[in-house]
């Protein structure tokens, strides 16, 4: 304790040195807490966005879907009896929220004057509306069971058909069969999603009504929807522990194995994360060690004095290290106090950002706190501050007697 002691007091003596080293890891620390929770709070935003606009958490598939969809889809796709086996052990597990079924294929919409390929995708418009909650209907209204007619489009291909709310379109298709087949629609909405090239191309009907074009009582996919994202790893095993006991031919696939964009991005800002970090933790190891540097320097003859009384040389470096760390640890604690109120403040402003690459919805800036952010970030300035004070210590330890005491 009286190393520590004497340390605060040797802090206050030498007010500017020490402000300046502790104003310099305060900022770097705060930069550190504020880009780290802007970055975590990108990556939940956007796999929240990904999640609840068209994957689910979980996608679940007849066994040999995903290898053979592109190729023939029909043999593959979950007939009736299968889907409802698959429902029952779906909703038998605590975190799956909600279930929907989806059928997905290809057809041309058009009008007289206009027509343009679309990805089209039945669903049951209850259950989805839940899953898309992230979608942004810009135009109309969602889709309603009681209306099976009515269509969303996206907006980018409601612009290349010039299509609008009320207009009545045409869907063709291919049946099962191999058959062409094509029925009305009419445009209830037009929704925008996190993908500008998703919704160039995107139409959702009623699942029903895309059964009827398709000629088929089978559907693609059952999308499940969690009440948590970090319970995906419990509730797949529980979903691999069922579909073993029931012998159940299903195979599922996660939101992020289909959401390559998501990684691409995780990996662009850990990368610039990661720069940052090293650039500021640099920062700090050069301003700690010019601060002890130059206190070893102008307490030379402090050091001679000490050592005259008989103060050993583990005594000194003791004391110098005491010095450095109480430095840093308080400049790091500040910087991440610095930083949650800035936070704070941040989120209270509700600053809207643009729409990231890919993207075409702006989203409101908001800033995570981030607590293993705050404690590595203490942990690591601390570790920098014992090597950036132990060298200009030791140094100052090995000073002979004589000649410290006639340091000027």
């Known amino acids: 304790m009286l190393v520590f002691k004497i340390a ?76 409802r086996q698959a429902q029952a052990l779906l909703e038998s597990i ?60 996206g907006e ?18 291919t049946t099962v069969n191999g058959v062409m087949n094509a029925v009305d629609v009419e445009v209830v909405g037009i929704f925008q999603s996190f993908a500008k090239e998703y919704d160039d191309a995107a139409m959702m009907m009623v699942l029903e009504n895309a059964q009827n074009l398709l000629n088929t009582q089978s ?29 159940l031919d299903i195979e ?36 700690v060690s010019n601060t002890m540097i130059v206190t070893v320097m102008e307490r030379t003859s402090e050091i001679g004095t000490l050592r005259a009384m008989g103060m050993r040389r583990g005594g000194i470096i003791r004391q110098f290290l005491a010095e450095g760390l109480m430095l840093a640890l308080l400049g790091a604690l500040l910087g991440v106090a610095s930083g949650i109120a800035i936070t704070w403040l941040i989120n209270s402003l509700e600053i809207m950002m643009p729409p990231p690459p890919g993207s075409s919805k702006g989203y409101p800036l908001h800033l995570q706190y981030v607590e293993e952010i705050w404690f590595s970030t203490v942990f690591v300035v601390g570790v920098i501050a014992f090597f950036a004070t132990f060298i200009p210590a030791l140094q100052a330890s090995r000073k002979a007697i004589v000649d410290a005491l006639r340091h000027v």
Not at 258 to 268: C, E, H, I, R, T
């Open 8 to 83: 605060w007091r040797n802090i206050l003596r030498y007010k500017r040195r020490s402000l300046f080293a502790m104003m310099t890891i305060l900022v770097g620390v705060a930069g550190i807490v504020l880009f780290g929770g802007f970055v975590e709070a990108n990556y939940i935003g956007l796999r929240e966005s990904i999640i609840r606009s068209q994957y689910g958490h979980l996608q679940i598939h007849q066994k040999g879907y995903e290898l053979n969809y592109r190729r023939e889809p029909n043999p593959y796709r979950m007939t009736p009896d299968l889907t």
């Open 94 to 153: 605590p975190n799956v929220l909600i279930t929907s079924r989806r059928l997905e294929f290809t057809g041309l919409l058009g009008n007289q004057q206009n027509s343009r390929a679309a990805i089209v995708r039945g669903v049951d418009p209850d259950s989805e509306a839940l899953i898309n909650s992230a979608l942004t209907i810009t135009d109309g209204t969602d889709l309603d069971s009681a209306k099976p007619e009515g269509v969303l489009l």
């Open 156 to 173: 980018g291909l409601a612009q290349g058909i010039d299509a609008k709310v009320g207009d009545t379109l045409t869907l063709l298709g």
């Open 219 to 247: 559907i693609d996919t059952l999308v499940v929807l969690l009440d948590d994202t970090l319970a995906l790893p419990e509730a797949v095993a529980s979903i691999v522990d069922k579909t073993q006991q029931q012998q």
């Open 252 to 287: 599922w696939i996660e939101w992020f194995k289909m959401a390559s964009f998501y990684q691409k991005v995780v990996d662009l800002y850990s990368g610039f994360f990661l720069f940052i970090n090293l650039v500021i933790y640099i920062v700090v190891l050069f301003g």
